[in-house]
């Protein structure tokens, strides 16, 4: 007789579960960069894992361009779709929820319940819309901090951030740089380059020249930009992949219709790349809001993050205390390999811990995302000390 | 610990700041933040190795040597370390300028193809020597650029390059006296503590 072969796990024993998103109310103005003032704002977000006795053990997850606070688990058991960096967090993962507690937020201007365009304005009993005040990524860092002073926090383990996140986990570093230990900066800059600010107006001309648009106003109107919107995703979604990874994923196959010499034309000829693109477009339309994109675009392309500091990154990183960790990804041309690079040369120059892994993947931007096997060795090899840190042996 | 790596701690001074290129699996900086609290960062090539170090808790940047240290500014480093890569490199004597532009003083470390088991390899067989040190085939092998100690000497002297210290290992540690009066005939790995 054979031996039993051991029982299956079950499939989602890394997961951190069913989690339910909480909204906490904040009633003091919070000051904004722009010179305006919130009156009163919500945030709404998730935890995963414990917080520790001595509160030594959180971990900030910010979040990108059309993130949000749901990272990790599902809302329900027939829930489809995960969080969205369920691939890193979770019990035995990367970021290790047997070992940290968790916190991630919907940024304020977002579009997942946290006050933004579509919330109402106290003053006018409407929505904000395009009056929602313009912001910058240190207004999110301010809120961001505004909830670590709820949970009793006095500094992180870390703050991780991929792309736009890295760039709010780096102006931590400076605004604050005793509320940090670590700083984990995925897929960033230290600003976006010409190509990147080109990218991101296409996206937003698409949206604003949607005839629904209404300069904004689109709620008032009972409707929504939802072409222009979809066109500005889709746009988006090309610069997220990368040729390689677009070749391989669809290549030239088609998804209806017949390109054959002779093969008639009853059935219009329709790409798997067209199809898919389509179809992101037109989900993300429904579920994103045109406002907080024009927002987020905006605070992205606005991101310097050696303006205030004579625009030497290396003066601006000296105000740093924590120790860094930068990771890219071969094929992202959206934030290339060189980006962070300058990053990491400019964090030698200023004398501070750094470790930097260029991973080879073919997933363009969108790689940051993906459980490469490399990355995750990298992640976990890094967070390791975080573990050490804390007491845990290993 | 590898002997080299032994060798060349007592020139290195606590509490400095340290490169270490080509650093490995991290073992000479994590062993030299213990002992003498120096703050480092090792540049590495290898994903595995990459890997190791982050997991021993060693700062290390991925980075090819080959493209040069032109993103690190002048004397940044109090000590820039390399060990048993000199001889790995696509342009050995530009990557030694560039250690002691970016450091004050530089320790390395390389196989001395000048030891006598090689120059009996070569002239005995006629082949180019394999042995259990240095495993490649000519064909097949990280090891591009092969120098002897003479050879390294004759660089720093036209480089105006000043050795602060030298030593050889032999093959046996009993012969180590003996290995340091013929260097280039009986040190099987050459260390040299040099500076501008």
Not at chain 1, 316 to 323: G, H, I, P, V, Y
Not at chain 2, 38 to 54: R, Y
Not at chain 2, 99 to 126: A, K, Q
Not at chain 2, 135 to 142: A, R, S, V
């Amino acid at each position: 007789m054979t031996q039993a072969p051991p029982s299956p796990q079950p499939a989602d024993n890394d997961s951190v579960g069913i989690v339910v998103p909480q909204t906490l109310h904040f009633d003091q103005p919070l000051q904004l960069a722009c010179g305006r003032a919130l009156p009163e704002h919500d945030i709404v977000y998730e935890t995963y894992g414990e917080l520790n006795a001595d509160k030594s053990n959180g971990i900030l997850i910010c979040h990108a361009l059309s993130g949000h606070h749901h990272a990790a688990g599902k809302h329900s058991e027939d829930d489809r779709k995960t969080g969205w960096w369920d691939s890193c967090i979770g019990p035995g993962k990367p970021i290790d929820t047997n070992v940290f507690f968790v916190l991630s937020i919907n940024n304020i201007g977002g579009c997942h319940g946290s006050t933004g365009p579509t919330s109402i304005n106290p003053e006018t009993g409407k929505p904000w819309g395009p009056d929602f005040p313009p912001l910058r990524c240190r207004d999110w860092v301010e809120s961001q901090y505004l909830m670590m002073q709820h949970f009793g926090i006095s500094q992180w383990a870390a703050i991780i951030g991929g792309s736009l996140g890295g760039m709010q986990a780096m102006r931590w570093a400076l605004e604050h740089p005793d509320a940090l230990r670590h700083c984990i900066v995925i897929a960033s800059a230290m600003k976006l380059s010409a190509q990147n600010i080109a990218f991101n107006e296409i996206a937003r001309r698409a949206i604003t020249s949607d005839a629904n648009f209404y300069e904004g106003r689109y709620l008032e109107h009972n409707t929504l930009p939802k072409q222009g919107l979809a066109l500005a995703r889709m746009v988006g979604h090309i610069t997220y992949l990368s040729e390689d990874g677009m070749k391989q994923k669809f290549g030239r196959e088609l998804k209806t219709g017949n390109l054959s010499l002779g093969a008639g034309s009853d059935t219009a000829v329709e790409f798997e790349v067209e199809s898919y693109l389509r179809y992101q477009g037109e989900a993300f339309s429904s579920s994103f809001d045109a406002n907080t994109y024009l927002l987020m675009t905006k605070a992205l392309d606005y991101y310097d993050l050696a303006r205030e500091y004579n625009d030497d990154p290396v003066e601006a990183f000296k105000l740093a205390k924590c120790s860094f960790m930068v990771v890219s990804f071969t094929t992202d041309w959206r934030f290339a390999p060189a980006r962070s690079r300058e990053i990491v040369d400019a964090l030698v120059a200023a004398d501070k811990a750094v470790s930097y892994a260029e991973i080879e993947a073919d997933h363009g931007h969108d790689a940051f995302l993906i459980p490469i096997p490399r990355y995750m060795d990298v992640f976990h090899a890094y967070m390791k000390r975080l573990k050490q840190e804390l007491g845990h042996a290993f | 610990m590898r002997f080299d790596l032994t060798l060349i701690q007592p020139w290195i001074n606590a509490n400095s700041r340290v490169l270490d290129l080509g650093c490995g699996d991290g073992m000479l900086l994590e062993t030299l933040k213990k002992e003498k609290n120096i703050s480092g960062v090792g540049l590495e090539i290898d994903p595995k190795n990459i890997t190791l170090a982050l997991a021993r808790g060693v700062n290390v940047i991925e980075h090819d040597l080959n493209v040069g240290l032109g993103n690190f500014r002048d004397d940044s480093f109090d000590m820039v370390v390399m060990t048993l890569a000199l001889q790995t490199l696509r342009y050995p004597h530009l990557v030694i300028d560039e250690m002691l532009r970016v450091g004050r003083e530089c320790i390395v470390t390389f196989p001395n193809f000048g030891h006598w088991r090689s120059r009996w390899y070569l002239g005995h067989r006629g082949k180019m020597p394999v042995s259990k040190f240095l495993p490649y085939t000519w064909y097949d092998t990280p090891n591009i650029h092969f120098c002897t100690v003479k050879d390294f000497e004759a660089l720093c002297e036209e480089k105006n390059i000043r050795i602060l210290n030298s030593s050889v290992i032999a093959a046996d540690n009993s012969q180590s006296e003996l290995a340091n009066r013929f260097p280039n005939l009986l040190g099987v790995t050459a260390v040299y503590h040099i500076s501008k």
